[in-house]
C-alpha cells in the first residue's frame, strides 16, 4: 500500500504560470511533511517543509498548503520560471525525522518559456 | 564541507557479484538512510540508521545489508547481486531533533546488474 500519493505524474505549466502539485496520506501518524526538488543527475534537495501544527507555509515563491482533516498536502509555485523545471517529491515521517522519509512517486514540471 | 559523498558513480555488476556502496558525511549527522530510486517510482526506503551501531529496515529491505561502524560512514552491501536492484541508489543524511529539518542527498550511485 503506498503511503503517499501524489499527483500528477508531469505538469507542463507556462512561464508566469502557477504550478500545483498534490499529496495525500494515509498515516495519521505522519507529522512532518517536505518537498523535495531535483534536476537531473543530481539528488534530492529539500525545497520547503512543513509540520501539521500550521496550514501553510510560505518561502519566496514556493506555498504548502496543508489540510490535516483531509489528509492531503500541495505545493503552490507561484510565477513559475524555466529554471523551476525538476522532478518534485513530496514525503512524510513520523517524529519529525528526516532519516526515514517515505516519499511520493514524483512529478516532473516543465516550465515552458 | 563536501556534505554526503557517495561512491562509486557508476557501477556495472554481473548478477550473482557482491559489492559495497560507499556513503561519508562530514557534517556530523546522526542520521543516515540509503534510498533507491526507480523510474515512476519515487525514492524508496532501503535502510537507515540513528547513530552508530545502530540500522533499522526501510520499505525494500531485502537483498541489502548496512552497518554503522562510525557516525561518518554507512556503506550498502549487495551480496549477491540481482538485475533487479538495477537502479540510482542515494545516501542521505540529518541531524536529529526539531531543529534539524533537512536530509541531506548525495549524488548518487547509478547501478546496472546484467
Known amino acids: 500500500q503506498q503511503q503517499v500519493k501524489q499527483s500528477p505524474q508531469s505538469l507542463i505549466v507556462q512561464k508566469g504560470g502557477i504550478s500545483i502539485i498534490n499529496c495525500a496520506y494515509e498515516?495519521?501518524?505522519?507529522?512532518?511533511f517536505p518537498w523535495y526538488q531535483q534536476f537531473p543527475g543530481k539528488g534530492p534537495a529539500l525545497l520547503i517543509a512543513?509540520?501539521?501544527?500550521?496550514s501553510e507555509k510560505k518561502e519566496g515563491r514556493f506555498t504548502i498548503s496543508f489540510n490535516k482533516s483531509a489528509k492531503q498536502f500541495s505545493l503552490h509555485i507561484m510565477d513559475s520560471q524555466p529554471g523551476d523545471s525538476a522532478t518534485y517529491f513530496c514525503a512524510a515521517s513520523i517524529g519529525g525525522s528526516q532519516g526515514n522519509l517515505i516519499f511520493g512517486k514524483g512529478t516532473k514540471l516543465s516550465v515552458k518559456p | 564541507n563536501a556534505g554526503v559523498t557517495q561512491t562509486p558513480k557508476f557501477q556495472v555488476l554481473k548478477t550473482g557479484q557482491s559489492m559495497t556502496l560507499q556513503c561519508a558525511q562530514d557534517?556530523?549527522?546522526?542520521?543516515m538512510s540509503w534510498y533507491r530510486q526507480d523510474p515512476g517510482m519515487g525514492l524508496r526506503l532501503i535502510h537507515y540508521s540513528v547513530g552508530a551501531g545502530i540500522t533499522d529496515q526501510g520499505e525494500v529491505p531485502n537483498g541489502y545489508n548496512v552497518s554503522r561502524s562510525t557516525t561518518e560512514d554507512f556503506p550498502l552491501r549487495l551480496l549477491s547481486a540481482a538485475p533487479s536492484q538495477t537502479s540510482v541508489y542515494f545516501c542521505?543524511?540529518?541531524?536529529?531533533?526539531?531543529?534539524?529539518?533537512?536530509?541531506?542527498f548525495g549524488q548518487g550511485t547509478r547501478l546496472t546488474v546484467v
Open positions: 498515516n495519521t501518524a505522519f507529522d512532518y
Open positions: 512543513i509540520r501539521p501544527d500550521v
Open positions: 542521505a543524511s540529518g541531524g536529529l531533533g526539531r531543529g534539524h529539518t533537512e536530509a541531506f
Open positions: 557534517m556530523n549527522h546522526e542520521y
